[in-house]
RNA sequence: GGCGCGGUGGCAGAGUGGUUAUGCAGCGGACUGCAACUCCGUGUACGCCGGUUCGAUUCCGACCCGCGCCU
C-alpha cells in the first residue's frame, strides 16, 4: 500500500524477483483500458515480464466497484496461490483494500435507475433535502452522514427503496468474514511530504511529455463517455476533460492535475494513518533501496522469506 | 522630477471607523458496492511610520514599492 507516487510498482517489481510472487493490482484506475499515462500504469513490456491481475480489465465506460473487486481479488489470490505463488497486493485504493479484508455487507444489485431517480431528485431538491428523507427511513444512516454527503446519502437511500429495508439494518446483520489468507501489510511512503509533493510534480510533467494529453482525447473522441464515469473522474483525466471541453486554459489544468494528485495523496495517508497491524517503510531520497529493510519486517513476523528467494 | 491609480492571509479577490467576506491551494478528518470518488473541519490578513479618534485595515500626512501618463 502507500500514497500515489510512492513507489509501490518499482518495490513490486523488486519483491517479484526476489520472492515467488505474484502482483494482482488494487488501484480502481488501472482496471480501465486505454487509461494508461495518467494511471501510471505499467508499460505493456513489464506487464508482460510482471504479469498484474486486475489491470485493462474494464472498458472506462463500465463503471468497476469495490464488490467487484473483492470478487475479482479473492479469485485472483485463489488461483495464484494455486499455482504455489505468492499473492502480492499493490495499489492504493483503501477502500479496496478493506472491502477485501473486511468483506462488505452481502446486497443484491440494485437497479440503476434508482441511483438515476435519487441524483435527479437531488439536483431539484438539493442533499440535505435527501438527507432528511433518509432520516425518515433510515435514522441511523442518516445520523452518521452530513446532509451535503451526496454520495453515501445517495447510496443509503438506493439501498432502502432498492431492497425495502434499511443500509443499517443490513449492516447489523452482516457477519464477520474471515479471509482465508495471512498477510502482511505493508506502506511505503517518503519520509515528509514535501518530498512527495517533489515526485508527484516530476511525475506529472513526465505523463504529459509523454502524451497523456493524446491518451485523453482519444477518450474523448469516443463520444460515448462523460465526465460523470469513474473513469473519467480519475485525477488527472478529470481535469484534462474539462481542458478539452474548453472550460479552462492549460495552465490551469495542469495546476488542478496537480493538486487533486496531492489531495489523492492526502486522502491515502488518512487512511494509512489508522490502517490496523501495518509496516511502514519510509524512504528519504530515490537511492534509498527498501527491500532490505522488507525483508527484515518479514522475518520479525516470522514469515517464510527464505524458502522463497 | 511631476501627476494619477493601486498595495488586503501562500494565491485570487470583496469590504468596513468597532461585529474581522468568499474562492483556490495547504493542513487535518470522515468514508461498507462511483473511492484517483464524495463529503466535513481549519487562518483576525490588511505595505511602512506618524497623526486624528474611546477605537483604525478602513480617515489624514509622509515614506517605500508597483503600474500608467507627463516632463
Not at 486554459?249 to 501495518?278: C, N, S, V, Y
Request: aromatic letters at 8%; a negative charge; hydrophobic letters at 45%.
Amino acid at each position: 500500500m502507500g500514497p500515489t507516487a510512492s513507489g509501490k510498482t518499482r518495490l513490486a517489481f523488486e519483491l517479484c524477483d526476489r520472492l515467488n510472487a505474484e502482483i494482482i493490482s488494487v488501484d480502481s484506475a488501472l482496471v480501465y483500458r486505454g487509461l494508461d499515462i495518467g494511471s501510471a500504469k505499467p508499460t505493456a513490456e513489464e506487464l508482460a515480464l510482471y504479469p498484474h491481475a486486475l489491470v485493462d480489465i474494464r472498458d472506462p465506460a463500465q463503471p468497476y466497484t469495490a464488490a467487484e473487486f473483492r470478487r475479482d481479488a479473492l479469485a485472483a489470490m485463489q488461483d495464484i496461490s494455486a499455482r504455489g505463488k505468492l499473492p502480492l497486493l499493490v495499489g492504493g485504493t483503501m477502500l479496496y483494500f478493506k472491502a477485501l479484508i473486511e468483506g462488505l455487507v452481502e446486497l443484491p444489485a440494485i437497479d440503476p435507475a434508482i441511483r438515476e431517480d435519487i441524483e435527479r431528485q437531488a439536483s431539484i431538491r438539493g442533499w440535505p433535502a435527501l438527507h432528511a428523507e433518509l432520516a425518515a427511513c433510515d435514522p441511523i444512516t442518516a445520523a452518521s452522514l452530513h446532509p451535503n454527503h451526496s454520495q453515501r446519502i445517495g447510496r443509503a437511500l438506493e439501498v432502502y427503496r432498492g431492497t425495502g429495508r434499511a443500509l443499517s439494518q443490513w449492516q447489523s446483520e452482516q457477519q464477520e468474514q474471515v479471509l482465508a489468507y495471512r498477510l502482511f501489510q505493508v506502506a511505503v511512503a517518503p519520509v515528509d511530504r514535501a518530498l512527495l509533493h517533489q515526485r508527484i510534480e516530476q511525475r506529472l510533467n513526465t505523463m504529459f511529455a509523454s502524451g497523456f494529453l493524446a491518451e485523453v482525447e482519444k477518450l474523448y473522441a469516443r463520444g460515448d463517455l462523460d465526465r460523470n464515469l469513474p473513469a473519467i473522474r480519475a485525477v488527472g483525466y478529470r481535469q484534462a476533460w474539462e481542458y478539452l471541453s474548453g472550460e479552462i486554459d492549460e495552465t490551469t489544468m495542469r495546476a488542478k492535475a496537480l493538486a487533486a494528485t496531492r489531495q489523492l495523496a492526502k486522502r491515502q495517508f488518512t487512511w494509512l494513518r489508522k490502517w490496523p497491524d501495518l509496516h511502514w517503510l519510509l524512504w528519504k531520497d530515490a537511492e534509498d533501496n527498501l527491500t532490505p529493510a522488507l525483508f527484515e519486517k518479514l522475518r520479525d513476523v516470522d514469515f517464510p522469506v527464505d524458502g522463497l528467494y
